[in-house]
């Protein structure tokens, strides 16, 4: 099991007790591939809903985003109908309501139901009627129709430049160096984000462990050129980057595992804070963005990171230790921009893993808008079970569930982004 939760063997990834996550076996997947795929499973088309939730199919043993019955809220268990031929049943609890099925001795006779939508003059089983079945097909189809509007606005299909695109490259350094923030699944999404909408991105994986690279699918198995060759034996990025399938406008540069060993081979380098700068500034104007994911860690590859960025984002998971050892980064920050790149500065803040069931999550928020000011996004990214599955298939949530609510909130993020930097430049006058 990796540190951010992820096992390396999907079959061991339900819950204990779940019977489809012992005896499902994937041939397809391959240990230490970039991603493992269900037989039959196409990664270029992500599934329907009923077969995303469906029996055969890992999402089964993710939890769903609404609370499931059972729960201390309890409630009775309906199928959605979300596709005709679904067959999957996400359990939603719902107040309990007599109904002529649901009562066996329920009387023919019209229940005494004060209804205001009913027309003037409808009888009271009209009314009655009315008032039981309306509230089923509004819940149902305009969260569908608004899911698809949103799926095709996000996927831009069109090509067009629909996020304006900064005047010079903007350098962003996605740090925190707490571990499982969000950092790389913030980096993936927003890079996705912004290339599907008419900007150049670069995604430059910093982590050994190439979480990045495996969330965009691109190879980073030992001997494939990475990201060390460029800090370690000065070789040109255009030589290690690789374009991103399916997502025009996105580059990589993957990680390897020798990336773990460039912390202490780095020490020994000349120039070795400033290693990846050079590298980037190789190729102005090339890119819109460029996005390095930095490792949970304040070494020297995440000093290479701020030494290369103009701006800092740092993702904070709303949860009760979350601003734990911040102030140790802006420290570092600090110590950065003093001696080794005065244009530095933290221009986003971007509340992850929102959770708006718990008043904790309200808490962090207010806290860290208190303290952060503007620099927090108004987009907040919601705890989705959506987001976490997409990288097992080598896919952004924005491409593998557009229509969900991680899909959404990363896209609204990547706008603002896209947004302020048109509307106040960082760095432009350094
Ligand atoms: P970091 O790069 O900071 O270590 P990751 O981006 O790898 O953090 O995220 C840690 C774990 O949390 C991953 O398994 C990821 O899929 C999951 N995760 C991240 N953001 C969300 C989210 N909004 N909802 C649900 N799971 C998330
Ligand atoms: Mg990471």
Known sequence: MHDDGRHDDPRVTGSPGDPVSRETDYPNWAPGGASFR??????????????????????????????????????????????????????????????????????PEPVPVTDTTAAPGASAAEA???????????????PLAMEAMRAVQILNPSGEVTMPRPERTRVMCVANQKGGVGKTTTT??????????????????????????????????????????????SVPLEEVAQGVEGIPNLWCVPATIDLAGAEI????VVARESRLARAIAAYPGHFDYVFIDCPPSLGLLTVN????????????????YALEGLNQLINNINLVRQHLNPKLDVSTILLTMYDRRT????????????HFGDKVLQAVIPRNVRVSEAPSYG???????????GATSYFEAAQEIAERGVKEPVGRNA
Not at 76 to 92: C, D, G, Q
Not at 189 to 201: C, D, S, W
Not at 359 to 370: C, G, P, S
């Open 38 to 107: 269900p037989p039959g499973w196409d990664a270029a088309a992500p599934p329907s809903d009923a077969e995303a939730v469906g029996p055969e199919h890992p999402a089964t043993r993710a939890a769903p985003d609404v609370p499931r019955a059972g729960n201390p809220a309890g409630g009775r268990v309906i199928p959605i109908r979300r596709n005709a031929s679904a067959s999957a049943r996400f359990e939603l609890p719902v107040p309990q309501q007599p109904t002529p099925d649901s009562v066996p001795d329920a009387t």
């Open 128 to 142: 009655a009627y009315v008032s039981r079945e309306t509230p089923t097909r509004e819940e149902d189809d305009p």
């Open 188 to 233: 993936v999404n927003l890079a996705v984000a912004l290339a599907l909408h008419g900007n150049r991105v670069l995604v430059v994986d910093l982590d050994p462990q190439g979480n990045a690279s495996t969330g965009l699918n691109v190879p980073h198995h030992t001997g494939v050129p990475d990201v060390y060759d460029c800090l370690i034996n």
């Open 265 to 268: 081979e780095l020490v020994s």
């Open 305 to 320: 990171a701020l030494v290369a960025a103009q701006e800092v984002l740092i993702p904070i998971q709303c949860e009760y």
């Open 359 to 370: 008043r904790l999550a309200d808490a962090v928020e207010q806290d860290v808008r208190n």
């Open 395 to 405: 896919q952004s949530v924005m491409t593998y569930d557009p229509g969900s609510r």
